[in-house]
């Protein structure tokens, strides 16, 4: 399973209003090119998507947030799954495109004895899957889109072969940042800021 | 249960060139009060106890390596689950003493859903368990020091009543480590420095 084919079938089920976050991976650059408006933080660092995320599910309690993590990010950090299954939020899907390794620098975890999945459920994240082809992740990501949350999908996809720049501008530094402050300022359940601007 | 009970019953199994290291809770004084020789590293800071031992288990490969940590500590770096699955360390002995509470700040995620033992199976450590009596504490801690691990045991016990005192000096600061180094140097498989 490749994960731009992934972020193919995942784009069109995401409507306008949810919001995105991606970790700093492929991802970003795949997800750039598929859904160019709406509410996007791309390139989160390692281990911050999944918080960042979180966030916003409060911030935004009617929407849908979708976290695209990647395994190398998530073993940064894989006490977030804890605060995630404590703070129980019920519009959260995690997707975590696991691909076994470290960008170009050799092989992750989870290529030997590490199961994402089953650390989500010890965690306390009961709604969780490991997906390994494009029709169970659809069923999945439907399924998660439909139901309450939150949900933890691990989507084990090949490494990829070939480097995919996004455009640098939208998906980086404080350009991509003003587009996002932008787009939650458009957001309809956007309230203002507390401190008035 | 209690948590000084089942460090009493773990103290006679820990023979004297063993390793120790405790997270900073009361697993620290009581410790102390059971095992005051011998090389014991004291209270570390949050989410560094299992690490530290980590790092004690490739430097001692012959000699078990027990880890007394506490929930708070351990979920604040769960990640370090990962590292020791993979390195797979055969001599370590993980303790988490679970009071599914920090100190008197209120309790923590293993009241509510958070599993430890679950955690660290799908992190890839095989053996792993949890334990909530003094006979199944006992049984699984001979169990874990006689064989091959790495072994990772949850107890479960209750908050403690009241404030345990130990000999500051002895378990923190710049005289523990020169006690903790002593020891090191004292240990009949230290190889000197590099």
Not at chain 1, 150 to 177: Q, S, W
Not at chain 2, 148 to 163: C, L, N, Q
Request: with cysteine.
């Amino acid at each position: 399973m490749k994960r731009f084919d992934c972020l193919k079938l995942l784009a069109p089920m995401v409507d306008e209003q949810m919001l995105t976050v991606t970790s700093l991976s492929s991802n970003t650059a795949f997800w750039s090119d598929l859904r160019r408006e709406g509410a996007n933080f791309f390139g989160c660092n390692m281990g911050l998507c999944i918080p960042f995320a979180l966030g916003l599910t409060a911030a935004f309690p009617k929407r849908k947030v979708i976290a695209l993590d990647s395994d190398g990010s998530l073993m940064v950090d894989s006490s977030s799954l804890i605060t995630v299954a404590d703070v129980n939020p019920l519009n959260f899907i995690v997707i975590v495109f696991d691909n076994g390794s470290y960008a170009r620098m050799g092989t992750t975890f989870t290529t030997r004895r590490t199961d994402l999945e089953k650390i989500a459920q010890g965690a306390g994240i009961a709604n969780t899957a490991t997906v390994r082809s494009e029709e169970a992740l659809s069923t999945a990501v439907k399924r998660a889109l439909e139901a309450s949350g939150p949900h933890l999908i691990v989507a084990k996809v090949e490494p990829d072969r070939v480097r995919v720049k996004g455009d640098p501008h939208r998906t980086y530094g404080r350009f991509m940042r003003e587009c996002f402050v932008d787009a939650v300022r458009r957001h309809p359940d956007y309230k203002g800021g507390k401190r008035g601007d | 249960m209690k948590r000084y009970e089942c460090l009493k019953l773990l103290a006679p199994m820990v023979d004297e060139h063993m390793f120790a290291v405790t997270s900073l809770s009361t697993n620290t004084p009581f410790w102390f009060n059971v095992r005051p020789e011998g090389p014991n590293f004291f209270a570390l800071n949050m989410g560094l106890c299992l690490p530290f031992a980590l790092g004690l288990t490739a430097a001692f490969p012959k000699r078990k390596v027990i880890s007394i940590d506490s929930d708070g500590s351990l979920m604040n770096d769960s990640s370090s689950l990962i590292t020791v699955a993979d390195v797979n360390p055969p001599n370590l002995v993980a303790f988490v003493f679970d009071n599914s509470s920090y100190a008197f700040m209120g309790s923590t995620f293993t009241a509510r859903r958070t599993d430890l033992a679950k955690m660290a199976q799908g992190a890839g450590i095989a053996k792993s368990g949890t334990v909530r009596t003094l006979e199944e504490f006992s049984a699984a801690a001979k169990q874990a020091i006689e064989s091959t691990g790495p072994h990772f045991i949850v107890a479960k016990v209750e908050p403690d009543a009241g404030r345990v005192a130990a000999d500051r000096s002895r378990t923190s600061g710049r005289p523990m480590r020169e006690w903790f180094m002593d020891a090191v140097r004292r240990h009949p498989d230290y190889q000197g420095r590099r």
